[in-house]
């Protein structure tokens, strides 16, 4: 077991034994300080420090605690009083109403029993002036004041005076250095060795200050004692107060002092104006030491802020840059290395705009007007030139901050994100996307376009015809006997027959805007727009003929080869009639060409005006 664990295992077992001893000794030795160097002239205690001593335990100390500390505090005053020669009689009852005066203030001060006294606090500070510097020792003095003048006719209210304000005075002094000493253990042990100076000047400029009588120097104390509490800690303050008025208190009951130059002044009131001072002084280390503990927690603040912002910084895989409204940097964060092989100091300076692509320079410049027009920021996506020359995409968040005194917009704030690889997957989706729509326009067996891209074009076109008056012809193909073909020789054979056709359609149909499309089935379509009658027939009889110039064997067709039948219309569109009538037209056309014996070409006639009638015209097989 380490010597730190021991240690701390026997001071948790006797720790509350040595407050006890602690306590019964701290009495025990204030009382024979007083009794022996801080006698008035009168024979007024200069400063009592017993009783501020026992409240300072009880208020640090748990309720449950108090009957232990109380023992041991009336026992050390009833000792103390008896080794200074005060009368047995007379002692016990003065260190009864101590007690008296020390419970009054501790209860009502100490309301529950995990409460510990805070005399930073201005409503802790009202409750302890008023229930232990006044009304605890206003109680006892009033009961003292009764019995001296029952006992020995002495005055009263000069008795109530007296006790009350002596009492009250040494507790004001006593009890918050106390709980300073005892709040703060010492613990900064390692501060009072790097400037043990500070204590020792206050101890010598006290020697100095007391020991004559012809220069009010009682001012130079307290530079000293400011410097304890802010390199040390108000604990140190305190107790250096402490020896402040031991050394003078001594110093005044012997004549000696700036206290002792007010010849006209009795000495039980030098004794209260040292009490004063002294209790300003107390007074004066608290308001110091609670400006510095506030600056202190600040700076703790701030640097744990600092050491955070550092932190994310440092470790951000956004690159935070700061910069003035003109668009030059301010700050940029460490990840920039890593994002960009720019090191900070590179960019700091300079403007967003230099290392911009030249593609995506205007749209950062619109984006920087707009901070300096009112707006409060914006994403924008750019390239960025990097340290090799390449370039990377990254996503820029603008905002805009502003002066927090005016409120007026100073800079802009930047998080700037790699973004290239989301941009390369959107590529990749995109053109997966097109591949995906090629997909879905192109029949799977044949090649060409399917019926829903047949449907889009044809639409496309008619609307197009109808905006310029011009005309559109429409082929629909079919396979002669295909059930026969596909019951002779296959389906596999058949398949392969559909796209012997689709090949010889679109041998024909070369021009950029025609379409040869799947209608369904064994069935085609060819859209032909700006064609009319005679150049629709010409394209049919070519794919007629390029069909049967492939000899491919049919048993079940009369000519013995596969051949193709063809319905042909052409229509100016207007407006009240729709694609769908072009269609009807080219499937009526096709429903003849079947029934006339197919391998053949019909041409419907579709009216142009609302009069005239629609017609038929067979074209011999070639």
């Not at 002094?173 to 709040?183: C, E, G, M, S």
């Not at 004692?225 to 110093?251: P, R």
């Not at 912002?309 to 470790?315: Q, T």
């Not at 269609?583 to 391998?599: F, H, P, S, T, V």
């Amino acid at each position: 077991m380490s010597t730190g664990t021991v240690r701390k295992r026997w001071w948790r077992i006797y720790a509350f034994s040595l407050r006890l001893m602690g306590l019964f000794v701290s009495v025990v030795f204030s009382i024979v300080c007083v009794g022996r160097f801080a006698r008035t002239e009168g024979g007024s205690n200069i400063i009592w420090l017993a009783n501020g001593l026992i409240l300072a335990f009880l208020l640090l100390a748990p309720r449950w605690r108090w009957p232990m500390y109380l023992c041991s505090g009336y026992l050390g005053l009833i000792l103390g009083s008896m080794m200074i020669g005060e009368p047995a009689r007379e002692s016990l009852l003065l260190n009864f109403l101590n007690l008296i005066e020390i419970l009054i203030g501790a209860m009502l001060i100490k309301r529950r029993s995990r409460d510990l006294p805070f005399f930073p606090d201005r409503k802790y500070v009202l409750r302890f002036i008023g229930y232990a510097c006044l009304l605890g020792p206003a109680v006892s003095g009033v009961l003292y004041g009764v019995v001296l003048h029952i006992r020995r006719h002495e005055d009263f209210l000069v008795v109530l005076l007296a006790w009350a304000f002596g009492d009250g005075l040494g507790i004001a002094v006593v009890t918050p250095t106390i709980v300073a000493i005892l709040k703060s253990r010492m613990r900064n042990t390692h501060l009072l060795r790097r400037n043990w100076m500070y204590p020792a000047m206050v101890i010598l400029v006290a020697v100095l200050v007391f020991s004559q009588n012809r220069v009010p120097l009682l001012f130079l104390l307290f530079p000293f004692l400011i410097l304890v509490v802010t390199q040390l800690d108000l604990g140190w303050g305190a107790l250096c107060t402490l020896l402040v008025a031991l050394i003078g208190g001594w110093a005044t009951v012997h004549g000696y002092g700036p206290i002792s130059l007010s010849r006209d002044v009795s000495g039980e009131w030098k004794a209260a104006l040292f009490q004063l001072f002294i209790a300003a002084s107390m007074v004066s280390l608290y308001a110091i030491s609670i400006v510095f503990g506030n600056l202190r927690k600040i700076q703790g603040e701030l640097r744990q802020i600092a050491a955070l912002h550092k932190l994310v910084m440092d470790n951000s895989r956004d690159v935070i840059v700061l910069g003035d409204l003109e668009g030059r940097r301010t700050y940029v964060s460490p990840g920039v290395k890593a994002l960009t092989g720019w090191e900070p100091e590179d960019l700091v300076g300079r403007f967003v705009r230099e290392l911009i692509h030249p593609a995506d320079v205007a749209e950062v410049e619109m984006a920087m007007r707009a901070l300096r027009a009112g707006s409060e920021g914006g994403t924008l996506e750019y390239r960025a030139r990097k340290r090799d020359g390449e370039y990377l995409w990254a996503e820029g968040s603008l905002r805009v901050y502003r002066d927090p005194g005016t409120g007026l917009p100073t800079g802009f704030l930047n998080l700037v994100r790699d973004i290239t690889e989301r941009k390369r997957s959107e590529e990749h989706l995109q053109s997966a996307y097109r591949a995906m729509e090629t997909l879905v326009v192109v029949d799977a067996l044949t090649g060409i376009a399917n019926r829903r891209r047949f449907d889009d074009a044809l639409n496309t076109e008619w609307r197009r015809a109808l905006r310029e008056g011009s005309k559109l012809s429409l082929l629909l193909i079919d396979a002669d006997h295909f059930k026969r073909y596909n019951d002779t020789y296959g389906h596999v054979r058949g398949d392969s027959c559909l796209k012997q056709i689709a090949e010889a359609a679109l041998d024909v149909v070369l021009r950029p805007g025609d379409l040869v499309a799947r209608y369904g089935g064994e069935e085609f379509a060819v859209v032909l727009p700006g064609t009319d009658e005679t150049g629709a027939k010409e394209v049919a009889d070519e794919i007629c003929e390029a069909v049967r110039n492939r000899r491919l064997p049919h048993e079940g067709n009369a000519p013995g080869i596969v051949t193709i039948s063809i319905g042909c219309a052409t229509i100016i569109p207007q407006r009240g009639k729709t694609a769908q009538d072009l269609i009807e037209a080219a499937d009526q056309a096709l429903y003849r060409a079947k029934g006339r014996g197919r391998n053949r070409v019909i041409v419907a006639g579709v009216p142009f005006r609302p009069d005239t009638t629609s017609f038929i015209v067979d074209v011999p097989k070639r």
